[in-house]
């Protein structure tokens, strides 16, 4: 297998899901004594929390690219950024470094295609939804998104930053997910998108009114897919 490299921490309880899952879907692959070779490094979060600002994202950049180098220097073959909100430096970070860094977008986007779905409704934090580089990457495999409504950005941002990356979970945030994802389907979302790692655990994504594709999930198998040395498309040099 290929090594692959993590820049994660963003939050730790996501990097948690990435390992979990990619290292479950390994053992299956291969047998049950097989583990993922795999390179993290976790950052610290403090450093990356809620960043508004462009000289902030401007940080964001640089902190990866550093992360990128040393993973590269140490070993890694190709890189995931163990994040959605983060790939917003995706370009910067893919650019700095001379191995493959898959996108989770344009992973998702190949999904949702794949899936015959021709629209979707985009949920995740404030940049994620309102901004253009993820939403681009799903338009780019022909998928139509619908426009975010700011009142359900709010509550997303409060759910996910001051809740669920927190390590709080209520029956609150469960109500407020379902809520929205209904609102989605009546406004004629033919699937939902998972932009944001936290959510799946106050959002049932085996068992909901629209079929839920969930972002990490989808990543760590196309992770995989390249580890065994499967070409995964969506990467750059």
């Given amino acids: 297998m290929r090594k692959l490299g993590i820049i994660g921490g963003m939050s730790w309880a996501s990097t948690l899901a990435y390992y979990d899952r990619i290292n479950r879907l390994v053992q299956k692959r291969g047998s049950p004594m097989v583990s993922a070779p795999l390179l993290i490094e976790s950052l610290n979060f403090a450093e990356l929390y809620a960043i508004r600002e462009d000289e902030g994202w401007h940080r964001a950049a640089q902190i ?13 073959q190709g890189l995931i950024i163990g994040a959605n909100s983060m790939h917003k430096v995706y370009d910067e970070v893919a650019a700095s470094v001379a191995i493959p860094i898959l ?22 934090t404030r940049n994620v939804m309102t901004e253009s580089f993820y939403r681009r990457r799903l338009i780019a495999h022909g998928i139509d998104l619908l426009p975010p409504k700011m009142e359900n950005v709010e509550l997303l941002d409060r759910v996910i930053y001051d809740e669920l990356m927190v390590g709080k979970v209520t029956r609150d945030a469960e109500r407020t997910l379902k809520t929205i994802i209904t609102g989605k389907a009546q406004e004629g979302a033919e699937a939902i998108v998972l932009a944001c790692t936290e959510l799946d655990l ?13 972002g990490t999930r989808i990543h760590c198998a196309a992770a995989v897919d390249w580890m065994f040395g499967e070409e995964a498309a969506g990467t750059a040099a």
Wanted: proline share 2%; net charge negative; aromatic share 2%.
């Fill in 64 to 76: 990866l690219i550093e992360s990128a180098k040393r993973l590269e220097g140490a070993g890694a």
């Fill in 103 to 124: 996108h989770i977008a344009d992973h998702v986007g190949m999904a949702l295609k794949a899936a015959g779905h021709a629209n979707a409704a985009l949920i995740g």
């Fill in 202 to 214: 106050v959002v049932d994504v085996d068992a909901n009114v629209l079929p839920v594709f969930e």
